[in-house]
C-alpha cells in the first residue's frame, strides 16, 4: 500500500519566486492537511482540505495558498518567497482517525 | 487556544533504560493524541493513535497512555536501543480545530550504547 508521497522532495528558490508542492495521499483518504516545520517555531498547521473544499486554516499570510483535486491530491503553492519561507513542508492524509505524513519537500529560498 | 507541551525536552540515556515522555494538553475536547517519531531531516512517522475513548495503546516495546482528566499523555519505551534515537512528537486533535493536529516541541531522545 502506497503512502503518502510529497514532491518534489528538495526546492532552491530565490526570493520573490514563487512555488508548488504537490502531496498524493494514501488510496481512499480524502483529508490532506500541510504543516511548515521550522527549528524555531516547530510544526506549524498551514490548511486542511476534505472533499476539495478547505475545512480549517491556520495563521499564515496570504501568499501561502492550498487546493485539492477530485482525485484528493493536494497543491500548496507559496507565492513572494521570503527568507524565512525555508522549510520542512510536510503533507498528511488521514481515513479520519490518525494522520499519515509523507517525508516533506525542503524548499530553501536564498 | 490548544497548546501542548512535551517535558523533557532532551534525554540521554544508556542503553537498556526503561524511559518515559510526557505530554500536556490544555483543552479537554480531545478527538485523539497520537506520538509520532521523527528522524533527522525525515517525515513523521507514526507510532501510536489514542482514540478519545482509550486509555492507552501498545505497539511493542511501546506503550502510550492518555488521562483526559488531567490532559496528559505518556509515552513509555522499554529497554531502549541506540536505533530508539531520534525526536518524539505528540500530536492533539480535538476542540474546535477539526483537521488540524497541534503539535508539542518535541522531545530529543539519545540512546548511547
Known amino acids: 500500500k502506497a503512502g503518502v508521497t510529497q514532491t518534489p522532495r528538495y526546492l532552491i528558490k530565490t526570493r520573490g519566486q514563487q512555488v508548488t508542492l504537490s502531496c498524493s495521499p494514501i488510496s481512499g483518504h480524502r483529508s490532506v492537511s500541510w504543516y511548515q516545520q521550522t527549528p524555531g517555531q516547530g510544526l506549524q498547521f498551514l490548511f486542511e482540505?476534505?472533499?476539495?473544499?478547505?475545512?480549517n486554516k491556520g495563521n499564515f499570510p496570504g501568499r501561502f495558498s492550498g487546493r485539492q483535486f477530485s482525485n484528493s491530491r493536494s497543491e500548496m503553492n507559496v507565492s513572494t518567497l521570503e527568507l524565512g519561507d525555508s522549510a520542512l513542508y510536510l503533507c498528511?492524509?488521514?481515513?479520519?482517525?490518525?494522520?499519515?505524513f509523507g517525508s516533506g519537500t525542503r524548499l530553501t529560498v536564498v | 487556544k490548544q497548546e501542548v507541551t512535551q517535558i523533557p525536552a532532551a534525554l540521554s540515556v544508556p542503553e537498556g533504560e526503561n524511559l518515559v515522555l510526557n505530554c500536556s494538553f490544555t483543552?479537554?475536547?480531545?478527538?485523539?493524541l497520537q506520538w509520532f517519531r521523527q528522524d533527522p531531516g525525515k517525515g513523521l512517522t507514526s507510532l501510536l493513535l489514542?482514540?478519545?475513548?482509550?486509555r492507552e495503546q501498545t505497539s511493542g516495546r511501546l506503550n502510550a497512555s492518555l488521562d483526559k482528566s488531567s490532559g496528559r499523555s505518556t509515552l513509555y519505551i522499554a529497554a531502549s536501543q541506540p536505533g530508539d534515537s531520534a525526536t518524539y512528537l505528540c500530536a492533539f486533535a480535538g476542540g474546535t480545530s477539526y483537521g488540524k493536529l497541534t503539535f508539542g516541541q518535541g522531545t530529543i531522545l539519545t540512546v548511547h550504547p
Open positions: 489514542i482514540q478519545s475513548s482509550q
Open positions: 483543552d479537554s475536547a480531545i478527538y485523539n
Open positions: 498528511a492524509s488521514s481515513l479520519g482517525h490518525g494522520y499519515t
Open positions: 482540505y476534505f472533499s476539495e473544499t478547505q475545512r
